[in-house]
């Protein structure tokens, strides 16, 4: 089965630092996602992505939040200056055309802020 | 704004028996779909069970199988069987059937598997 890729799958940062968390989503997949899960909580939409560009984001995605497709076949979450309620389990997503194909998450970054 | 709601925190129930997870969901819109993830200890999410809302038959997946009632806003997941590689925190999600629209996730329920 086709899969989505994160890397690095875990990281530590000092807070205030930024941080680039990767994905390579499905190859002929259309529709990127990063979701986040804080330890024992449910999993949190931040942001979609569509087209090259943001089609919704939720309040936790703020200014210090960044996505982009650089080359086509990555995608990526952009913190710029985290905080130590930044650290989580970041999890990116993808789905196809079909709205009735499954999302395909990817096996997660847990990023810790100090 | 739709919501889904997991009742259970945690559940447990003994290897080979079944068990029910209940999850109820709130929404206008009358094309969306259904789902049921697992995560186990590794915290990869895995899907288990899709249901789309304009089918009447309830989703089968060999030993998990759903209760859909699409009036009472209710999508309950059975395992029977139970296997100790059942054992993770399941979440009832929902998503609307537009191609682009994100998956919004219950707050899940751990389950255990009593040997």
């Known amino acids: 089965e086709p899969e989505v890729t994160q890397t690095p799958s875990h990281q530590v940062t000092q807070m205030g630092q930024e941080v680039i968390l990767r994905c390579v989503p499905i190859?002929?997949?259309?529709?990127f996602y990063w979701y986040r899960q804080i330890l024992g909580q449910k999993v949190e939409f931040l942001v979609s992505f569509y087209n090259n560009e943001i089609s919704e984001k939720s309040e936790i995605f703020d200014d210090q939040f960044s996505v982009e497709r650089p080359d086509g076949s990555n995608f990526t979450l952009k913190i710029r200056s985290t905080k130590l309620e930044d650290s989580a389990m970041y999890f990116c997503?993808?789905?196809?055309?079909?709205?009735?194909?499954?999302?395909?998450f990817g096996s997660g970054t847990q990023l810790s802020v100090l | 704004a739709q919501t889904v709601t997991q009742s259970q925190p945690e559940m447990s129930v003994q290897e080979a028996e079944t068990v029910t997870l209940s999850c109820t969901y709130d929404t206008s819109e009358s094309d969306y779909y259904l789902f049921w993830y697992k995560q186990p200890p590794s915290r990869q999410m895995i899907l288990v069970i899709r249901q789309e809302a304009y089918k009447q038959q309830n989703a089968t997946e060999n030993r998990f199988s759903v209760n859909f009632q699409k009036a009472a806003k209710s999508f309950s997941l059975k395992i029977s069987d139970s296997q100790l590689g059942d054992a993770a925190m399941y979440f009832c999600a929902y998503r609307r059937g537009n191609r682009d629209d994100k998956i919004i996730f219950g707050k899940g329920t751990r389950l255990h598997i009593l040997p």
């Open positions: 997503a993808s789905i196809g055309y079909a709205t009735n194909e499954k999302l395909f």
């Open positions: 190859s002929n997949h259309l529709y």
